[in-house]
């Protein structure tokens, strides 16, 4: 039989491997490796990463700022005549800020490219020109918004240089304020956004892009006029009234049974505003006259002054201005005295009027801050005293005002 087990040969030269792989294992074993400490960030560091990182967010903000005001590129167009922005409102109007004049031919710059239109609606005294678009071309209305954003919301205004290329400016809304362009009441948009005057005519956009305002000049500010006040304006424009103080410069209506009374006038139309500078300011004529006759025929509703809106000489008007009467001529082409160029002369008047009560009789009167009065029962004022005497709740007499608030000049009734 053959013996199995194994050599002494062989098994030494296993406990030799054995031996120099345990030596080795020694030799080579891992070392305690001295530990550097964490690198703590600087303040310099962590300042640089907080800017890298608000810089990546203020990109993507503004990235999309960007894609917003693209959207609304098709809708938002350049008058070359009048160097304002336009939006199209539907796909026969744009809207654009007051023109200094009536175009018979405008050369709009689309994003697609050049078109025409022509004046539907002018007049100075309103805050913006409606434009009717020729036909032939694709036009792209502006998608407006449902409601009003909330205040804090982003906001983007977009608008067209002289150049006819896009810009915008982003900011966020802040509030509604019912104010008036003129003599025009309207709802205007505050938001943080700077607005000057190469901006007129452009639109106020929301976040989602839907248009909410127009950017227009509201006597000597730009502001910005919610979409529902323009659209109001442009229903209202055909009107009688609305073109007279357009032509003229002059708001009339008639008498309340309490001015009839106050006034011991049987009729007539009263003279509540005259726009300062205005061809009505320039004829003489001053709030609280009462217009009654026009010519030889007497007036006694707005459509007996219909005449005034197609005429484009002088027209006699009958005023009575408190116990007499003066006969005045009103000319649309009428100038206030004085070299081109100058500004309108205001009339004398007292300090501005502070803060105004609402509940005080000033306040009820509808006297405002900022207000100047002019003539007290067409007398001029001595001093602010008089003004609060006889606006105290002591004194009960009712007093006709005329003040001057802006560019205009307005009838005040205290009674």
Known sequence: MQDSSPSPKYVAI???????????????????????PAHVPSQTELEQLARRSERRSLESTAK????????????????????????????????????????????????????????????????????????????????RAEGLPAAGD??????????????????TFQQVHRARCGVTPVTELRANVVLTRPMLGGGIFNIDGGLIAIIVACDERVAAVDVASVQSILERAGGLPERLLGRYGVAVAPLSEDERALFKAPGGLLVREVRIGSPAD???????????????????????????????GGAELTVLRGKGSVKLV?????????????????????APLGVVAPDSRAGQAGLQRGDRIVTID??????????????????????????ERGAWRVLVVAK
């Open 378 to 403: 067409r007398e001029p004022p001595r001093n602010l005293s008089q003004v609060e005497r006889l606006l105290g709740a002591a004194q009960r007499r009712p007093a006709l005002l005329e003040v």
């Open 64 to 143: 999309y700022f960007a894609d917003v005001a693209r959207d609304a590129e098709s809708s938002v167009w350049f008058v070359s005549e009048s160097g304002t922005s336009a939006v199209a409102l539907d796909s026969a109007r744009a809207v654009t800020a007051t023109m200094p004049r009536a175009i018979e031919s405008a050369n709009l710059l689309t994003a697609a490219g050049h078109s025409n239109a022509t004046t539907d609606i002018w007049d100075p005294g309103l805050p913006v020109t409606s434009l009717t678009l020729s036909t032939g071309r694709s036009v792209f209305a502006a998608h």
């Open 154 to 171: 982003w906001v983007v205004a977009v608008w067209r240089t002289d150049q006819g290329s896009l810009a915008f400016a982003h900011g």
């Open 14 to 36: 296993l406990a030799l491997i054995a031996c120099v792989i345990l030596v080795g294992g020694w030799l080579v074993r891992p070392r305690d490796i001295p530990q550097s």
């Open 330 to 350: 009103l000319s649309p082409s009428a100038q206030m005295p004085g070299a081109a160029g100058e500004s309108w002369p205001k009339a004398p008047s007292i």
């Open 282 to 312: 320039a004829s003489g004529l001053t709030p609280g006259d009462i217009i009654s006759a026009l010519g030889e025929q007497p007036v006694s509703g707005i459509d007996d002054l219909k005449p005034l809106a197609g005429t484009s």
